[in-house]
């Protein structure tokens, strides 16, 4: 028989994504209302083992719905992934009466919930929060429509100087492992074209958005590129640019944390709403160890094995709007 759950704790972990904080806000409130109590943890796995957690009421989440970053704040904690630091954090747990957790974060965040489940059976559910929108099994991860706003905002700014200066601007933004922001902004702001990891072994991505024509119709270019610290990112297509074809002035801008923060949309206040409520009525309904998930509109439950493993894939067909758009 499956444990009866009085208590639930609630965490915020890895990078911070717009939407948490309305997240937090929807779990608290969920919890209440189903008759649970409710401990938030401070800094994530850090502070599940420095014992950071309190009492959370209704009114701890009052005014925070609008609000970007995590005022459960977040961290990363390299001691959780040794057993000594999960025990540490199990005594906690277990001195708090937590009979849940909740956890809100990326993909590492989740392998984290999913070891705290495997070895002490706690049951925990996992919320999608990056702006990478790198989780299987959900459309969409809390963070990534904001993150993807604030950078077409500042690209439609950049296209302005471009346009005036007749310039190629290389975007750099968020997402080592994952082009969805720089693939979907591209289109978005109607940029020339992008420069993505998951392509990255497959062509030279410069060479065909040269081959493609760098200027085509019109007097400035905007290439969206997602980081990547090995190759150097917008950086290193810049300067082979430069070398190649001296005649172009190039420049760079590397939109870097501001992608992070900022109110969250209305959509991500929604899915955060609508992921936070999921995640109680998981638990409640006897649901372990799985991601709360959006599919198609709909909430699905992913279990973390799934979420975390596999790579989730990237529409190769957008790409091809993309360039039939920027002719
Ligand atoms: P994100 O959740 O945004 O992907 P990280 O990968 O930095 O961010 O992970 C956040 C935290 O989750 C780590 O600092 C660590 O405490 C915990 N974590 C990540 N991977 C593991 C793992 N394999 N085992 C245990 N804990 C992990
Ligand atoms: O995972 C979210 C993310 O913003 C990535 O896009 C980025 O590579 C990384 O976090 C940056 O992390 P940090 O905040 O440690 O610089």
Request: proline share 3%; glycine share 10%; charged share 25%.
């Given at each position: 028989?499956?444990?009866?759950?009085?208590?639930?704790?609630?965490?915020?972990?890895?990078?911070?994504?717009?939407?948490?904080?309305?997240?937090?806000?929807?779990?608290?409130?969920?919890?209440?209302?189903?008759?649970?109590?409710?401990?938030?943890?401070?800094?994530?796995?850090?502070?599940?083992?420095?014992?950071?957690?309190?009492?959370?009421?209704?009114?701890?989440?009052?005014?925070?719905?609008?609000?970007?970053?995590?005022?459960?704040?977040?961290?990363?904690?390299?001691?959780?992934?040794?057993?000594?630091?999960?025990?540490?954090?199990?005594?906690?747990?277990?001195?708090?009466?937590?009979?849940?957790?909740?956890?809100?974060?990326?993909?590492?965040?989740l392998?984290?919930a999913r070891?705290l489940a495997q070895?002490?059976?706690m049951p925990c559910i996992g919320?999608?929060?990056?702006?990478?929108?790198?989780?299987?099994?959900?459309?969409?991860?809390?963070?990534?429509?904001?993150?993807?706003?604030?950078?077409?905002?500042?690209?439609?700014?950049?296209?302005?100087?471009?346009?005036?200066?007749?310039?190629?601007?290389?975007?750099?933004?968020?997402?080592?492992?994952?082009?969805?922001?720089?693939?979907?902004?591209?289109?978005?702001?109607?940029?020339?074209?992008?420069?993505?990891?998951?392509?990255?072994?497959?062509?030279?991505?410069?060479?065909?958005?040269?081959?493609?024509?760098?200027?085509?119709?019109?007097?400035?270019?905007?290439?969206?590129?997602?980081?990547?610290?090995?190759?150097?990112?917008?950086?290193?297509?810049?300067?082979?640019?430069?070398?190649?074809?001296?005649?172009?002035?190039?420049?760079?801008?590397?939109?870097?944390?501001?992608?992070?923060?900022?109110?969250?949309?209305?959509?991500?206040?929604?899915?955060?709403?609508?992921?936070?409520?999921?995640?109680?009525?998981?638990?409640?309904?006897?649901q372990r160890n799985v991601m709360?998930?959006?599919?198609?509109?709909?909430?699905?439950?992913?279990p973390f094995n799934?979420?975390?493993?596999?790579?989730?894939?990237?529409?190769?067909?957008?790409?091809?709007?993309?360039?039939?758009?920027?002719?």
């Amino acid at each position: 028989m499956a444990r009866r759950i009085n208590c639930i704790g609630i965490l915020t972990s890895g990078g911070d994504a717009p939407g948490m904080n309305a997240a937090i806000r929807a779990v608290t409130r969920t919890a209440i209302f189903n008759g649970l109590k409710v401990k938030g943890i401070y800094r994530g796995y850090k502070g599940l083992i420095t014992n950071e957690i309190k009492d959370f009421k209704t009114e701890n989440v009052s005014n925070i719905v609008q609000q970007g970053g995590t005022i459960l704040k977040t961290a990363r904690c390299p001691e959780f992934k040794t057993e000594e630091g999960r025990a540490e954090a199990w005594k906690n747990i277990c001195d708090h009466e937590i009979d849940a957790l909740i956890v809100i974060g990326g993909d590492g965040s989740l392998s984290g919930a999913r070891l705290l489940a495997q070895e002490f059976d706690m049951p925990c559910i996992g919320i999608p929060a990056t702006i990478d929108n790198d989780l299987y099994g959900t459309d969409t991860t809390l963070g990534y429509d904001t993150a993807l706003n604030t950078i077409v905002e500042t690209v439609d700014k950049i296209r302005d100087t471009a346009n005036s200066h007749e310039r190629i601007f290389f975007v750099e933004v968020m997402g080592r492992d994952a082009g969805f922001l720089a693939l979907n902004s591209a289109i978005a702001s109607g940029a020339e074209a992008a420069i993505i990891p998951e392509h990255l072994t497959q062509e030279d991505q410069l060479a065909v958005f040269i081959q493609n024509g760098m200027r085509k119709s019109k007097n400035s270019s905007i290439v969206l590129v997602s980081e990547n610290p090995e190759l150097g990112g917008a950086m290193h297509y810049a300067e082979r640019v430069r070398n190649e074809f001296p005649q172009f002035d190039v420049r760079v801008s590397i939109l870097g944390h501001m992608q992070r923060g900022g109110r969250p949309t209305a959509h991500d206040r929604i899915i955060a709403g609508r992921m936070g409520a999921a995640s109680i009525e998981a638990l409640l309904d006897g649901q372990r160890n799985v991601m709360i998930g959006i599919r198609n509109d709909e909430i699905v439950y992913v279990p973390f094995n799934t979420a975390i493993k596999k790579d989730k894939p990237i529409d190769n067909h957008l790409m091809n709007v993309l360039h039939m758009l920027s002719i």
